[in-house]
């Protein structure tokens, strides 16, 4: 499912918000999706929704993202595999993921930032906004 980006409030009536990046969210939770893809579309991103991990790999392997939003607990294809197939594509895509599960589960998964369910619409849109603004995709990491 694409979501046609919509005008962004703040632009004056009659202009749209230009389109900011590409992402991909993949999540089986139908309300969630529909949500976070919306308020998404609605500051500029253009959105494509997959309902399973098996769709994500499907949809990863014939288009370009920007960055990927995924939850871990998925039937088949989970946020582990989806993330190490992001992680293989050679480009430095951010990866958000998400999950109601402890953070411990998700030990050794390659993600930039985790999110835990339920969370702030808001905050998250912020949290893509951080993502997409970062010049090379992915955050650096920290040297201590």
């Known amino acids: 499912m694409k979501n046609i980006p919509m ?3 703040t632009v004056q009536s009659g202009q749209t918000a230009p389109l900011r990046s590409r992402l991909l969210i993949v999540d089986d939770d139908t309300l969630l999706t529909w949500s976070l893809a919306n308020a998404l579309t609605r500051v500029g991103y253009e959105v494509t929704v997959a309902r399973s991990g098996e769709k994500a790999l499907l949809l990863l392997g014939e288009e370009r993202f920007d960055i990927v939003v995924t939850d871990f607990d998925l ?7 989806i993330a190490a197939f992001v ?3 050679g480009r430095e895509i951010p990866i958000v993921l998400m999950s109601a599960s402890e953070q411990d589960e998700m030990l050794g998964v390659s993600a930039d930032v985790f999110v835990e369910k339920p969370f702030d619409l808001n905050e998250m849109v912020k949290t893509i906004d951080t993502l997409a603004s970062l010049p090379s995709g992915r955050p650096k990491a920290q040297n201590s």
């Not at 039937?75 to 595999?81: F, L, V, W």
Request: aromatic share 0%; net charge neutral; charged share 30%.
């Open 75 to 81: 039937p088949g294809a989970g946020g582990k595999e």
């Open 87 to 89: 992680r293989g594509l």
């Open 7 to 9: 005008t962004d409030p």
